[in-house]
């Protein structure tokens, strides 16, 4: 399954892309010049892609597609949504965490479909090493969802023509509520912003090949939400998914997300709907399903400390009441040694396996905090010696075990193919 990182829209699709669409440093802004010279270990590539290089695919720009009706927008909605297999459990996007060999990781163990991290749309279409870096798939890694964050439309349609050859959705987020979004005016602030927020669904609908998606907060009021969810929809979102939370609600453990705003949405739209917010586990997944008439759910947090989520595996906190003989044995660090082996087959900066690692090791590190400090101390990490870190721990003891029941995963199982039929 060769590597492929992003290939050129010029005349020859055999060429990368440079030339006017990565102007000179002192023409970038300052963040994009960081990121073109930014130095330091953990923003080196995790392993030499030699040999695996992206395999240069992109044909030569199309037309724009040709306007269509609402009613017909509605219908290749749902169409294109049944050709992907109608996904239901779906990787949520996350910034630094999201990218190619976790994905692949989480669709070993459940995960139909996933989402790129937030890709920042003015930097993605100036910057190539930005692009390089941030950006990779592969023939598998689908159906895929990328991300932008974004607050010009053209600067936004720029950027999305990049991807379009390479995934399932161009997704739009406006649901980003960190002070970074903020200072920078995208993500869940445009919520101040409706005109802007039309203009970029637009503008990408009227453009585009594939379908636009866009992932939403919701509003302190029910009837705000419902007219924004609306007006998404009619400026061309076919799928739209809904965060249960304001943006004012960061803290996922302290609130709890509003699965009844979430049905309300799924009530009132006619293109697909997803649910994101309270997935711990499965039989979350099966009871936000049943509450909200959501056609899928994402997870995010949850699958950065198990990656298993989808397949029925469950952390300590989580396990069943009464639930002491239900050691999968399966755990945590079985989950990193196959990312990392997945690392090496697909290079992604070293600063994302480090977050991942401090992630899915978190339970094992409060067994043995002195490992959790070696690993602070490396700057520069390896994976000999990742994989030297994760036999040490196998070998301290106080083995940290995921927890699984067949008999409540079969009845989880058979209750989303119901409701999906």
Not at 96 to 124: K, Q, V, W
Not at 230 to 237: C, I, P, S, V
Not at 268 to 293: F, Q, S, Y
Not at 342 to 367: A, N, T
Request: charge should be negative.
């Amino acid at each position: 399954m060769p590597l492929r990182r992003l290939a050129p829209l010029l005349a020859s699709p055999r060429r990368r892309l440079r030339s006017s669409l990565n102007p000179s440093l002192a023409a970038m802004s300052p963040a994009a010049a960081h990121l073109a010279t930014a130095a330091g270990p953990d923003e080196d590539l995790c392993a030499s892609a030699a040999g695996s290089e992206a395999e240069d695919l992109a044909p030569a720009p199309p037309l724009p597609p040709p306007p269509v009706s609402a009613e017909e927008r509605v219908e290749r909605a749902w169409a294109h949504w049944r050709r992907l297999g109608s996904p239901r459990l779906l990787v949520a996007p996350m910034v630094d965490n999201s990218e190619l060999p976790f994905r692949m990781l989480c669709r070993r163990y459940g995960a139909d479909a996933a989402y790129t991290p937030m890709l920042h749309s003015r930097i993605f279409s100036e910057n190539e090493k930005y692009r390089s870096m941030e950006f990779t798939t592969c023939k598998e890694d689908h159906p895929l969802f990328v991300q932008f964050c974004a607050n010009d439309p053209d600067i936004l349609l720029q950027a999305a023509k990049m991807v379009e050859p390479y995934c399932d959705y161009v997704d739009i987020n406006f649901g980003c509520p960190q002070r970074i979004a903020r200072r920078g005016n995208y993500g869940a602030f445009l919520m101040d912003n409706l005109p802007l927020v039309k203009s970029l669904v637009q503008n990408l609908a009227a453009n585009l090949h594939v379908p636009v998606s866009v992932k939403i907060r919701v509003f302190p009021r029910l009837e705000d939400t419902l007219a924004y969810a609306k007006m998404l929809e009619e400026a061309g979102a076919s799928l739209v998914a809904v965060h249960g939370r304001t943006r004012d609600e960061k803290d996922g453990k302290k609130c709890r997300a509003d699965w009844d705003a979430i049905k309300a949405v799924k009530d009132a739209l006619r293109v697909p709907v997803l649910a994101n917010g309270n997935i711990r586990h499965m039989e979350d997944v099966k009871n936000c399903l049943e509450h909200t008439g959501a056609d899928g759910v994402l997870s995010a947090e949850t699958l950065l400390e198990n990656p298993a989520l989808f397949a029925g595996f469950r952390t300590k906190e989580w396990k069943e009441d009464g639930d002491e003989n239900g050691d999968s044995g399966l755990d945590q660090t079985d989950l990193v040694i196959e990312y990392l082996k997945l690392c090496e087959q697909y290079p992604v900066p070293w600063r994302m396996v480090r977050s991942h690692v401090h992630k899915m090791l978190g339970d094992w590190f409060r067994v043995h905090p002195e490992v959790r400090e070696e690993l602070n101390k490396q700057n520069k990490l390896t994976f000999e010696w990742l994989h030297d870190m994760v036999m040490r721990l196998k070998e301290l003891g106080g083995r940290v075990p995921l927890y699984r029941k067949e008999s409540a995963l079969e009845t989880t199982l058979d209750g989303l193919a119901s409701s999906n039929a």
